[in-house]
């Protein structure tokens, strides 16, 4: 399921009282779509690498005191009993990570904590959610080619979980990639939206693989890399991208790059103009349905920032030069793009209606 849909519903198996178990591909966005949980929420996030564990550890040492033998709590459980002190958040989200990555004496002190929620005396409060995430086996279905070690659990242990698959989607990741959290180049967006099936190639034979989280990285290189040109070649920054997402993908987006000639027209020049004059709206109608839709999801944010009649016009007349397919695309995802007032003062627009009545002319 692709990633909204996925944060509701572990948001409801939560609430359900149960576990949800997570399942992705490296690089996917589990640990990502659990940090947006947490924050929507308002929960304390506590974060258990289980490949990093070592048998005992988690249930903590023995030690001997007053002639008894107790158990000292690992830093993690401590942070825990912390975090539950703070009356800022409405509790902790435990977040235990790579559970079948790690050793078979580790998985299973990991499944006393998760499945009765005590290890070694130590107990969970009421208030602390559980979420637990594993890369895939190719014992399941859909997975077969995938090539993780794994230490698989038995049957009883898996279904003890709500299993929530996790699976990329290109809208979805454009849309956060085009949100002002985020600073990812229009030249990425645009290639990956000519250029979907690069987004993540789990089953790619090259030993590097391209994944969200790598393209991530490959983002933030591409932007020191513009920014910094006189220190870093072009040859510097292939090296780069080759290392985040692998030779081939590499190779056909650095040719992309370098075959741009006119960048996309930047909102704060489209809304610089009081009526958009004839040669920029042929420009507009010359585009491809990409930059098209990169342009008008640019255009909606900075709407929805200077919201005036003025600058309302100007993109109801833009959305007049867009294909009617893609104009009705847009149009529907306006609503869920810009805040209540600026959605109700478009539609108000004589020129914005107008451009949605005459898709069905």
């Not at 995430?133 to 230490?151: H, I, L, R, W």
């Not at 034979?205 to 513009?226: C, D, G, Q």
């Not at 309302?312 to 529907?332: A, E, H, N, Q, V």
Request: hydrophobic content about 40%; aromatic content about 10%; proline content about 3%.
């Amino acid at each position: 399921m692709k990633f909204s849909e996925a944060i509701s519903t572990v948001e409801l198996v939560l609430e359900s009282g149960n576990v949800p178990l997570i399942i992705g591909e490296a690089g996917i966005g589990k640990t990502s779509l659990v940090k947006k949980i947490c924050v929507k929420d308002n929960y304390y996030l506590v974060n258990i690498d289980a490949n990093l564990l070592k048998e005992g550890e988690i249930g903590g040492l023995p030690i001997v005191e007053n002639g008894r033998t107790k158990y000292a709590t690992h830093y993690k459980l401590k942070e825990i009993q912390e975090a539950i002190g703070d009356n800022k958040y409405n509790g902790v989200l435990l977040f235990i990570d790579e559970l079948n990555r790690c050793e078979h004496a580790v998985q299973q002190e990991l499944m006393n904590l998760i499945l009765n929620r005590e290890i070694n005396g130590y107990r969970l409060y009421d208030n602390v959610k559980i979420v637990a995430a594993m890369n895939p086996s190719n014992k399941y279905d859909g997975f077969e080619d995938s090539d993780y070690q794994v230490v698989d659990m038995d049957r009883a242990q898996e279904d003890r979980f709500v299993w929530i698959e996790l699976s990329t989607d290109i809208k979805e990741w454009i849309k956060w990639a085009m949100s002002s959290e985020v600073n990812v180049h229009e030249n990425i967006i645009e290639f990956l939206s000519n250029f979907p099936e690069y987004l993540n190639v789990p089953n790619s034979n090259e030993s590097i693989k391209a994944t969200p989280r790598s393209w991530e990285r490959v983002a933030k290189a591409y932007n020191v890399y513009l920014e910094r040109k006189e220190i870093y070649s072009l040859d510097i920054f292939y090296n780069v991208v080759k290392g985040n997402l692998g030779v081939s993908i590499a190779t056909d987006f650095v040719n992309y790059i370098k075959n741009i000639k006119n960048p996309l027209i930047k909102p704060e020049d489209l809304f610089s103009y009081v009526i958009l004059p004839i040669e920029v709206k042929d420009e507009i109608r010359d585009e491809s349905h990409s930059r098209l839709y990169i342009l008008a999801k640019n255009s909606l944010r900075y709407l929805n920032e200077n919201n005036n009649e003025i600058n309302r016009k100007i993109f109801s007349d833009l959305l007049t030069c867009y294909p009617k397919d893609l104009r009705l695309g847009i149009m529907k995802e306006i609503k869920n793009d810009i805040s209540q007032e600026a959605y109700i003062d478009l539609l108000n627009e004589d020129t914005f209606l107008d451009a949605f009545f005459s898709i069905y002319e």
